[in-house]
Nanobody, 126 residues
């Protein structure tokens, strides 16, 4: 079972920055994509940013609400993804989670992980 450990959240004033990290307990060989999601109180979990094509440079995708403010990146030598969050707004307040899709070279199949981590709380004060 995949384990995901998110860290780096905290309390920050509007306009501030935070850097989140997520480590996955899978071999880097099997990663196809990793991404960040968030869930605010009373709202559904939503996509924030993803990196796909992990091993060939990575294709980046962002939610419109974070474009130009957030940057997703990966450690090419580890099963770790980061989220640099700048110009934070109160509406960015949420629990942030990471997740991943793995790829089996043997079968050619892709697997969406369903075992979410604990997440990390981000609170932006106005």
């Amino acid at each position: 079972q995949v384990q995901l450990v998110e860290s780096g959240g905290g309390l920050v004033q509007a306009g501030g920055s935070l850097r989140l990290s997520c480590a996955a307990s899978v071999s880097i060989v099997n990663i196809y994509s990793m991404g960040w999601y968030r869930q605010a109180p009373g709202k559904q979990r939503e996509l924030v940013a993803t990196i796909t094509d992990w091993h060939i440079g990575g294709s980046l995708n962002y939610a419109d609400s974070v474009k130009g403010r957030f940057t997703i990146s990966r450690d090419s030598g580890k099963s770790t993804v980061y989220l640099q969050m700048n110009s934070l707004k109160p509406e960015d307040t949420a629990i942030y989670y990471c997740n991943l899709i793995t790829h089996s070279a043997a079968s050619g199949d892709y697997y969406q992980n369903n075992n979410w981590g604990q997440g990390t709380q981000v609170t932006v004060s106005s």
